[in-house]
């Protein structure tokens, strides 16, 4: 029962560069989301998706990019990486009709350099 | 738009003090609240969750909270905290008009010294 699983786990790039973060989830979840995390911060939403096909911008979505190709996974993507995207990266999913209780990975260190 | 307002950032207490977290929220209509724990180096957990009856729910590891509509409040209590409840936590609001979407608060890191 792995639930959300994200990769990789701790990634180092350049300014500039780019790359992709995997989430995928094995509960048949509708809804999923990224998230980034910084000190004092708390919790912020980048984008998600409520279903395959579909994404939506949420708080911080500059930046970022996402695709929903299919149901279990959730891809973000940061095409040009800047030192403001040094964070902590959080995917969740969540079912419908579950009242959005929201299941996390265990997250993604990034650090931009 | 919805927001979640905890009032402490950090808190610190020795083991057996009584904890209470503060979460204030704004929204007029109906919401589901929740509370998250994120252990150190670990991913967000439920803690528990209110939908809807008895306003006073109880979670995991001893812990409850109670929702007081008149105030817009969920605050988390504990009535003897423990070394292992040294962790960051989390209030989150789930309205009636944004399904699929929770508001999360700022996080309150919870510091238990033995």
């Known amino acids: 029962n792995a639930g959300v699983t994200q990769t990789p786990k701790f990634r180092v790039l350049k300014t500039g560069q780019s790359m992709t973060l995997l989430c995928a989830q094995d509960?048949?979840?509708?809804?999923m989301y990224w998230y980034r995390q910084d000190p004092g911060m708390g919790l912020r939403l980048i984008h998600y998706s409520v279903g395959e096909g579909t994404t939506a911008k949420g708080e911080v979505p500059d930046g970022y990019n996402v695709s929903r190709l299919k149901k279990q996974n959730f891809l973000l993507g940061l095409e040009s990486a800047a030192p403001s995207q040094t964070s902590v990266y959080f995917c969740?999913?969540?079912?419908?009709?579950?009242?959005?209780?929201?299941?996390f990975g265990a997250g993604t260190r990034l650090s931009v350099l | 738009a919805q927001s979640v307002s905890q009032h402490n950032h950090h808190v610190i207490l020795s083991e057996a003090a009584s904890l209470e977290l503060g979460c204030n929220y704004s929204y007029g209509g109906t919401v589901n609240l929740f509370w998250y724990v994120q252990y150190p180096g670990q991913h967000l957990q439920l803690l528990l969750k209110?939908?809807?009856?008895?306003?006073l729910v109880k979670g995991i590891k001893g812990f409850e909270a109670e929702f007081i509509k008149s105030k817009f409040s969920f605050n988390l209590r504990k009535p003897s905290v423990q070394w292992s409840d040294t962790a960051e936590y989390f209030c989150a609001v789930n309205a009636d008009t944004n399904a699929g979407k929770s508001t999360f608060g700022d996080g309150t890191t919870l510091t238990v010294k033995p």
């Open positions: 969740a999913s969540s079912r419908s009709g579950e009242g959005n209780i929201q299941y």
């Open positions: 509960m048949n979840h509708e809804y």
């Open positions: 209110y939908f809807s009856g008895d306003p």
